[in-house]
């Protein structure tokens, strides 16, 4: 009698609480599924290859791939006659296999045509754009069907009066100027697009700047062009602003930025977000709770005012700048103390990326 008192009334009571403290997993949450347009990463071939984490990753919370690099001009065009697309083919298959949008990164970019050979180039001025033409379309061409949209021209404009950058500022030293614009002439972004869309017409073609969040003169050079083009029948899809900030960047400067370029009616693509916590770059730089949840507030802050001012039908996609904050070109590239994405560097999630799901959900 005892034995089956303890059945019919404790086991119920005892399975009843073990379903209710199931139910109080949460269960894990990722980007691409609380957003409403591609959630991006720039990645690393190296990485890809060879970091199991870092493409699980990519599996649960990206829907949109941009090469950080194994697309350029130098990875893929090391000689005149020679092309290797070999690291941006395996990207481009990893990104397939995962249903994965594959954004092209970048057809011209002024700090590439710094290598030898396209330096030592000799020719007239039409030798130099079949030079430009034929790069951009062998490009274009190997990817068609598979590559959906490029960057066509990375950063033709100057920083500090948004000029287009044509001659080289201090000789001898790293040529901040662009040879194209030299060689070409100042109509080469223009005839970049055209070459662009005559290898690929279904390609969504973007033009991608950085600080447009505080060089009005920057946003100004792109809006008139962009209206150039619209007069010359020049084929423009999109504006990516690649929004390199800091925890300190004005909301104001982003706002202005996302607002104004958003008014030309193209898409447009927040693509290479990341935002540094020690903009100083102090050596003695503590990475307190404090600031992760400053970083957090302006991950949430930029993801939320792109919702907020982008129409829906211009919404392009955020892109971060690669994964984890090890894997940021602000350490591999600029030597810098910082952490600027929104894993870290055991691939976990961190505060900043609890503020970029809130940007999708508020
Ligand atoms: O992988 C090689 C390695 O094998 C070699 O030993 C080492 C020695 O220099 O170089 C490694 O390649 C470096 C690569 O980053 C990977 O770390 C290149 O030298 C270095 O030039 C490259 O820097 C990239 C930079 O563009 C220049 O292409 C950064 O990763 C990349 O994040 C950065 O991306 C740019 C965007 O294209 C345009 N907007 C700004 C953004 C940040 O600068």
């Known amino acids: 009698m005892k034995i089956q008192l303890l059945f019919f009334c404790v086991l119920p009571l005892f399975l009843s609480c073990t379903k209710t403290e199931e139910q109080a997993v949460e269960p894990e949450e990722f980007l691409k599924d609380h957003a409403t347009f591609p959630v991006g990463a720039a990645i690393d071939y190296g990485l890809l290859k060879d970091n199991s984490q870092y493409r699980n990753v990519l599996r649960r919370e990206h829907t949109s791939i941009t090469a950080e690099n194994a697309m350029k001009w130098n990875s893929t065009h090391p000689q005149q006659d020679v092309y290797n697309f070999k690291d941006a083919d395996y990207i481009v298959e990893f990104a397939q296999s995962q249903g994965q949008r594959i954004h092209g990164h970048t057809l011209l970019w002024y700090q590439f045509q710094n290598i030898s050979w396209v330096k030592n180039f000799q020719g007239d001025s039409a030798a130099w754009e079949q030079l430009l033409k034929n790069h951009i379309q062998t490009l274009v061409g190997h990817f068609k069907g598979k590559v959906s949209s490029w960057d066509v021209v990375n950063e033709a404009f100057r920083d500090d009066d948004g000029s287009l950058r044509v001659l080289d500022k201090d000789p001898g030293t790293f040529d901040d100027g662009c040879l194209f614009a030299r ?115 302006k991950f949430k802050f930029v993801v939320k005012t792109y919702r907020s001012l982008v129409p829906a039908s211009q919404q392009f996609g955020i892109t971060t700048w690669n994964v984890s904050d090890n894997d940021s070109w602000i350490i591999s590239y600029l030597k810098k103390i910082d952490y600027p994405l929104l894993f870290n560097s055991s691939y976990q999630k961190k505060k900043s990326y609890a503020g970029f799901l809130q940007g999708l959900k508020e």
Request: glycine share 6%.
């Open 183 to 297: 060689k070409v002439g100042r109509d080469y972004i223009a005839r970049s697009f055209r070459y662009a869309h005559e290898a690929d017409p279904d390609a969504l073609l973007f033009y991608n700047e950085y600080g447009q969040e505080w060089s009005s003169k920057k946003i100004q050079s792109i809006l008139t062009m962009v209206a150039d083009f619209k007069n010359r029948g020049v084929p423009i899809h999109g504006l990516g602003i690649q929004m390199h900030i800091d925890i300190n960047t004005l909301n104001t400067g982003i706002e202005n930025a996302i607002r104004q370029l958003a008014a030309t009616g193209l898409k447009i693509h927040i693509s290479e977000l990341d935002i540094r916590v020690n903009p100083n770059n102090s050596s003695t730089f503590a990475y307190t709770d404090a600031l992760q949840s400053a970083q957090a507030e």
